[in-house]
């Protein structure tokens, strides 16, 4: 399977191979203009083959200008920092909350190595920080000129508090990083990643709807590739999004604990992902892209700290 597809003039996909598996982590690359983005850079021990997918899109690497993070989770910008000392001319845009974990990057090691002890080089390669003077901090009603592309920046907190979205109006793409959920090419399933420690149910909702006001033509999804229908498609993520949020706090009402919340939601919902897939390689594929102790963790979370008086 090639690693790069072109989408549309201008822009191309790339197929990340995380865990040796295709299409649960991808980028996008812009080229236009003299100028060369990329979208959602992917984790550290991704980058050799990012840096060889542009070459396979025809680019050298050392041309790109711009790098946009919808968030700065591991999966989408854990890369950032090293591709700044690789490609001298790449400057990073990121929202203003999510800027220090990129400038200093101390808590994330510590808390990915605490969450993934020794694969965490394994998965997530460096994490290296991103110099001040390369980062270019951004917010929802910004317009980025990037690679002959009018993109407006909407800020869609919800899955992260620092997460945005770019939109191109005039194609109607719009790359939403994670809002849109985890829907994997060839199964009819989409799955809400719900990580620690920002995940915000009432906030993700009014993301949504503000997406679906926009109406694109196509939205671009981190995990993975093109998903038309936004309405539809958002509407099945929220009414899932509820549904094991209320599963997970009927669970921490009658006593459980995390490991058992975490038993539990697997035999409530896993049937359903096991008849759209049809296999069990495509539940694993699933679990890279988002595993259920972290979303237990996000929900668990998000419970104790934003309704307590639910508990
Ligand atoms: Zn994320």
Excluded: C
């Amino acid at each position: 399977m090639s690693a790069v597809s072109q989408l549309s003039p201008g822009l191309w996909q790339i197929s990340l191979p995380f865990l040796g598996e295709h299409q649960i982590i991808g980028s996008y690359l812009l080229a236009g203009e003299n100028e060369l983005a990329i979208i959602d850079p992917g984790p550290g021990s991704m980058l050799e083959p990012l840096l060889a997918a542009i070459r396979e899109a025809g680019f050298d690497p050392q041309d790109v200008t711009h790098i946009l993070a919808t968030h700065v989770h591991l999966d989408h910008a854990g890369a950032a920092g090293s591709l700044t000392r690789l490609l001298p001319k790449a400057q990073v845009y990121v929202h203003g909350l999510g800027a220090p974990h990129l400038i200093d990057t101390t808590k994330v090691v510590a808390s990915a190595t605490r969450i993934f002890g020794e694969r965490t080089q394994l998965l997530w390669g460096a994490i290296e920080p991103t110099p001040f003077e390369r980062l270019r901090i951004i917010e929802g009603g910004d317009i980025l000129n990037v690679a002959g592309r009018r993109l407006e920046v909407h800020y869609t907190p919800g899955h992260a508090v620092h997460h945005v979205i770019f939109f191109d109006t005039q194609s109607g793409e719009m790359f939403v990083g994670d809002v849109a959920g985890v829907r994997l090419p060839g199964v009819d399933y989409i799955r809400p990643p719900t990580p620690p420690p920002d995940l915000d149910l009432e906030a993700w909702s009014e993301s949504m709807e503000l997406v679906k006001r926009l109406q694109p033509e196509v939205m671009y999804m981190g995990h993975f590739g093109p998903a038309k229908n936004a309405t539809e498609h958002l509407e099945r993520l929220r009414e899932k999004l509820y549904a094991w949020g209320e599963f997970v706090l009927e669970a921490m009402r009658n006593g459980n604990g995390e490991a058992e919340t975490i038993t539990l939601l697997i035999e409530r919902t896993q049937p359903e992902l096991q008849r759209a897939a049809g296999d069990a390689h495509a539940l694993q594929r699933y679990e890279i892209a988002t595993n259920y102790p972290m979303t237990v963790q996000g929900y668990m979370r998000y419970w104790r700290k934003k309704h307590p008086e639910r508990l």
